[in-house]
């Protein structure tokens, strides 16, 4: 006796639909429960060599080198996701900062160090594929600044600086790329210029720089 038979045809399609749901139900899960495939999270390690230019400072500036242009070498190292987050810490130095021209005239040795922690935020992979990816970043950390001078006593100062500005990052090949980078620095304190007696940010300037993207 074929039972099949006996069961009303409106029950017979609710036990097949029945069926039909639970199946795409538990594929659907699946399909959530399961991580993408292309989605991806970075270690990037960038040195990075360029120019500190434009700066402003309250510090006795007899050569006025703060404001020209001055190499400034450096690295970073961070995590960047294929979505839009990031974190990363920066350093980088600048030789004879203070000084016009790289030449010893009044001030006989000078520099300025960054170490600062920022956060990243970067237009997702998924929208610029294998082309340039634009980012934003800022952060906080310290900046040291050192002067000797012929006849005046030294700087030796630890200030708390800030710094924010953008860039891209760009592969060539799986591990490597380059990063370009545009960044101004400045100090959160103030101080009064012994010269002028104006009362300005101890320190501010721009940061330009090109690296080698390492990523891992």
């Known amino acids: 006796v074929d039972l099949r038979q006996n069961i009303p045809a409106k029950l017979r399609a609710l036990n097949v639909t029945t069926r039909a749901a639970t199946t795409a139900a538990l594929t659907l899960a699946v399909v959530l429960c399961s991580p993408p495939r292309d989605a991806r999270a970075d270690y990037?390690?960038?040195?990075?060599?360029?120019?500190?230019?434009?700066?402003?400072?309250?510090?006795?500036?007899?050569?006025?080198?703060?404001?020209?242009?001055?190499?400034?070498?450096?690295?970073?190292?961070?995590?960047?996701?294929?979505g839009v987050l990031g974190f990363e810490g920066d350093f980088s130095y600048a030789p004879r900062f203070f000084e016009r021209d790289n030449l010893a005239g009044e001030i006989l040795s000078s520099n300025e160090t960054t170490l600062s922690g920022s956060v990243i935020i970067a237009v997702p992979q998924s929208v610029t594929g294998y082309a340039l990816r634009p980012y934003l970043v800022g952060g906080l950390g310290l900046m040291h600044s050192g002067i000797t001078y012929l006849f005046f006593d030294p700087v030796d100062?630890?200030?708390?600086?800030?710094?924010?500005?953008?860039?891209?990052?760009?592969?060539?090949?799986?591990?490597?790329?380059?990063?370009?980078?545009?960044?101004?620095?400045?100090?959160?304190?103030?101080?009064?210029?012994?010269?002028?007696?104006?009362?300005?940010?101890?320190?501010?300037?721009?940061?330009?720089?090109?690296?080698?993207?390492?990523?891992?």
């Open 44 to 82: 990037l390690f960038i040195p990075f060599i360029g120019g500190a230019f434009a700066g402003n400072t309250a510090f006795l500036n007899l050569e006025q080198g703060a404001g020209s242009t001055q190499w400034i070498f450096g690295g970073s190292a961070g995590w960047l996701s294929s």
């Open 157 to 216: 100062d630890n200030s708390l600086g800030l710094n924010i500005g953008g860039g891209a990052i760009g592969f060539l090949s799986p591990r490597t790329g380059v990063r370009f980078e545009l960044r101004h620095f400045r100090t959160l304190d103030e101080a009064t210029n012994p010269a002028s007696g104006e009362v300005s940010t101890r320190l501010s300037f721009w940061r330009f720089t090109v690296g080698v993207v390492i990523r891992r």
